[in-house]
């Protein structure tokens, strides 16, 4: 780690937002070719993310204007448009492209694994914060890692957690166990036992997560502290007890998690679990997404319109149904004439069929990055990489404030001011 960000001199540090860790490890001082040299010093999934970061692109100021008429042209004659917008959207990102899409009267669908809708609605419906990952980082006692596999994810988490300096000179010295439960991938935990980690394993089916979940929770509860337990959930009895003794936990599970059927009752008992374990310890549970990153997207559709993941303008209020909406479903039936694609990772979770289905409409596409692809009718409207407020500062996991520079100091337009021109020019 570097020196200066300790002492609190960050302007010169670049911070990578390659997934929720915002290492700071590089300096910004010595230009982009300097930069290039460096990379290395940090991991693949940073590497990529300021690669693409730093990339200088200039949008001709005509050329904007001009796509932004196209857009609203095609969305002017659609009866239909589909919407499908990835999870890295800012709030207020969010809130205007819920608010064009229903002036566009279209269907908005947020594609994501069912573990992370899973987890999503669990955490409207149940969740509360108790405490942070900074929290975490500084006095965690326990760290669970249920299936997921932070060393692909987030390749610094187990170095971060696990080496708990003293920056602050409390004379802190914690001692940390990590648990690994259902399938943690064999990187991660080797990541783990190199760093000379102790490590507790519980290598349970996720097809008996809920079951296991259920009755941890019982097992957790105080007034059934005493209940009988077969030979068959000694593990279980012996996860319990860890849980009880610890102080400050955190729980981290990713896709592997549970069977995706079981996502909604699976995250929905975790994050009750977690509440309970609350009840005189500090307890956090966090997702981690295979590809790293973050977005608020899902949680503002659920905020304000109560459902996540798909719903429906096209009668002039809020329809919801899943399976109707579903994207592959539409494309299937033909029943779209548009597609706006939001977000670099918009078809993320989308079936190649589906996929080469959207060749045959007009396509708009709101992205940072411009990769090959193949729709014949597209209008490619680059705009600045999305998933904060502009002006945000992260507050990391050891407590110290950095700001969203890198993120910032794109050229291209801003997503929001884009949809805003878009939705203004929309005569419905
Ligand atoms: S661990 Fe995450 S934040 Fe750190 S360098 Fe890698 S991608 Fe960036």
Redesign the pocket.
């Known amino acids: 780690m570097n020196n200066p960000s300790r002492t609190g001199q960050t302007e010169n540090l670049l911070t ?4 929720n ?3 700071d ?1 590089l300096e910004l001082s010595g230009g982009i070719a300097e930069l290039e040299s460096n990379l290395k010093q ?2 693949p ?2 590497a990529d ?1 300021l690669r693409r970061s730093q990339e200088p692109i200039e949008i001709p100021a005509r050329l904007l204007e001009h796509q932004i008429l196209e857009a609203i042209t095609w969305l002017q004659a659609a009866h239909a448009p589909l919407w499908i917008i990835d999870h890295q959207q800012s709030l207020a990102a969010s809130q205007s492209i819920m608010a064009t899409a229903e002036k566009s009267r279209g269907i908005l669908v947020l594609p994501a694994s069912q573990i992370a809708e899973g987890a999503n609605r669990a955490a409207s419906h149940v969740g509360q914060v108790v405490c942070s990952l900074g929290d975490v980082r500084s006095r965690a006692d326990t760290i669970i890692l249920w299936g997921c596999d932070p060393a692909n994810s ?4 187990i170095e971060r957690l696990g080496h708990h300096h003293d920056y602050q000179g409390t004379g802190s010295n914690r001692s940390l166990q990590w648990i690994v439960v259902g399938d943690v991938s064999p990187s991660s935990i080797q990541q783990l036992t190199a760093s000379g980690q102790t490590v507790r394993s519980f290598p349970w089916d996720k097809d008996l997560t809920f079951s296991k979940l259920q009755l941890l929770r019982s097992m957790i509860l105080p007034k059934n502290q005493q209940v009988a337990v077969s030979s068959a959930d000694a593990s279980v009895a012996e996860l319990a007890e860890l849980m009880r003794s610890t102080r400050y936990g955190c729980l981290f599970f990713g896709e592997a998690f549970c069977q995706p059927e079981m996502a909604a009752s699976a995250t929905e008992s975790l994050q009750r679990l977690v509440i309970e374990l609350n009840d005189g310890r500090a307890f956090h549970s966090q997702y981690l997404a295979n590809h ?1 990153d973050f977005g608020m997207g899902s949680v503002v559709c659920t905020w304000q319109t109560g459902y996540a993941g798909a719903i429906s303008f096209q009668q002039g209020q809020i329809d919801h149904d899943g399976n109707r909406f579903s994207v592959e479903r539409l494309l299937r039936e033909q029943s779209t004439d548009c597609l706006v694609l939001v977000g670099d990772h918009a078809l993320e979770h989308i079936p190649q069929e589906s996929i080469a289905q959207m060749a045959a409409q007009p396509v708009i596409w709101f992205r940072s990055c411009s990769t090959e692809c193949s729709f014949p009718q597209l209008v490619d409207i680059r705009v600045q990489r999305d998933g904060i407020d502009r002006r945000a500062v992260f507050h990391r996991l050891d407590q110290l404030t950095l700001p969203a520079r890198a993120w910032n100091d794109s050229t291209l337009p801003d997503l929001t001011a884009v949809l805003d021109k878009i939705r203004n020019g929309l005569s419905r």
């Open positions: 990578c937002l390659g997934c860790l915002l290492c490890d940090i991991c999934r940073g993310w987030h390749p610094r988490l790293g």
